[in-house]
C-alpha cells in the first residue's frame, strides 16, 4: 500500500540475522527477524524444510493446507514429488 499510495520501492528488513552450516548432504540455518515478515518461496524441489520456530509463528500454506507452527509445534514441508 505505502508503495502505490508514496512511491513503488522495495522494502527490505535491515533486522535479519542468519546463520548456516552444511553437513555433508544436509545443512541447518538458523534465521532471526525484527519484524513480521511474508516468504513466499514457491515450490521446493529437491529438499525438505524443517522448521522450528524459537518465538513468534510461522504460517504456513500449501495448496489448501494451512498450518499455525508456534513454538511448541514443528513443522516438515516436503520437496515436490
Same mark, same amino acid.
Given at each position: 500500500? /505505502?508503495?502505490?499510495? $508514496? @512511491? =513503488?520501492?522495495?522494502?527490505? $528488513?535491515?533486522?535479519? @540475522?542468519?546463520?548456516? %552450516?552444511?553437513?555433508?548432504?544436509?545443512?541447518?540455518?538458523?534465521?532471526?527477524?525484527?519484524?513480521? /515478515? #511474508? %516468504?513466499?518461496?514457491? #515450490?521446493?524441489?529437491?529438499?525438505?524444510? $524443517? @522448521?522450528? =520456530?524459537?518465538?513468534?509463528?510461522?504460517? %504456513? #500454506?500449501?495448496?489448501? @493446507?494451512?498450518?499455525?507452527?508456534?513454538?511448541?509445534?514443528?513443522? $516438515?514441508?516436503?520437496?515436490?514429488?
Amino acid at each position: 500500500m /505505502v508503495g502505490r499510495v $508514496i @512511491q =513503488p520501492h522495495q522494502l527490505t $528488513i535491515v533486522d535479519a @540475522q542468519m546463520h548456516y %552450516i552444511p553437513l555433508g548432504g544436509i545443512s541447518m540455518s538458523r534465521l532471526r527477524y525484527g519484524a513480521c /515478515v #511474508e %516468504i513466499t518461496p514457491g #515450490e521446493l524441489d529437491s529438499f525438505f524444510l $524443517i @522448521q522450528m =520456530p524459537l518465538a513468534g509463528c510461522a504460517g %504456513i #500454506e500449501s495448496g489448501d @493446507q494451512y498450518l499455525d507452527s508456534p513454538p511448541n509445534l514443528a513443522s $516438515i514441508l516436503n520437496p515436490k514429488p
